[in-house]
């Protein structure tokens, strides 16, 4: 066994000390199969919401990578855990790596747009005293509501109309058929 070493963590793999660098063969392996380095993480404190299975919770999104995000939260899924990250017109679908106390790091298989999600200041919205957070991208005012519901109204009035309108023709094209149906077959019976 001299010449195999084994790695760091849980894996029981070993490899010949030739393929692994490092003064004492304890680095990373050379190769193909050569162990990725750490991502760039750029540290941050960004609020945002988390969809864990049907429910949705506040996080702290502390650290972004290119694939990886790291947050704290009052309960942090459990590691294998599908979640969904949202702040603004972002979202970031993840696998929980890791979960720690109240932190955990996530790892995506998209590519995260780093600069996108910090500038984006119109992701927070900030509470009026007395008023709702507003979460939709274009808030509505009370005019534009007013003016949405008149237009549903008149739309369901005019498909009304036309439902009735359209029962009104075929119940007078009924009578008419039958009114004309006895001496029309009178004519041809004389006429054949």
């Given amino acids: 066994m001299d010449e195999c070493l084994r790695l760091r963590g849980k894996t029981t793999r070993y490899l010949p000390r030739a393929h692994v660098a490092g003064p ?15 991502e760039e993480r750029q ?3 960004i ?3 988390m969809r864990s299975g049907v429910s949705w919770n506040d996080v702290c999104v502390l650290n972004l990578s290119a694939h ?3 947050i704290q939260a009052a309960e942090p899924p459990a590691r294998g855990t599908y979640v969904e990250i949202r702040r603004g017109p972002h979202v970031i679908v993840a696998r929980v790596a890791w979960s720690k ?3 955990a790091g996530l790892r995506s298989q998209d590519p995260i747009f780093i600069q996108h999600i910090v500038k984006d200041t119109a992701a927070t919205p900030v509470q009026v005293a007395g008023q709702p957070v507003e979460r939709r991208r ?8 007013h003016d949405r519901s008149r237009w549903l109204g008149r739309a369901m009035e005019f498909v ?3 439902l009735v309108a359209g029962a009104v023709a075929l119940t007078a094209f009924g009578s008419v058929e039958q009114a004309l149906a006895r001496p029309l077959s009178q004519i041809s019976a004389a006429l054949g």
């Fill in 47 to 49: 609020k945002a919401r």
């Fill in 160 to 162: 009304c109309f036309a």
């Fill in 138 to 145: 274009a808030p509505r005012t009370t005019q534009q509501g």
């Fill in 101 to 103: 106390g109240h932190r």
């Fill in 24 to 38: 004492r063969g304890n680095g990373a392996r050379v190769g193909s199969d050569a162990v990725k380095p750490r």
């Fill in 43 to 45: 540290k941050v404190m």
């Fill in 68 to 70: 990886g995000v790291g």
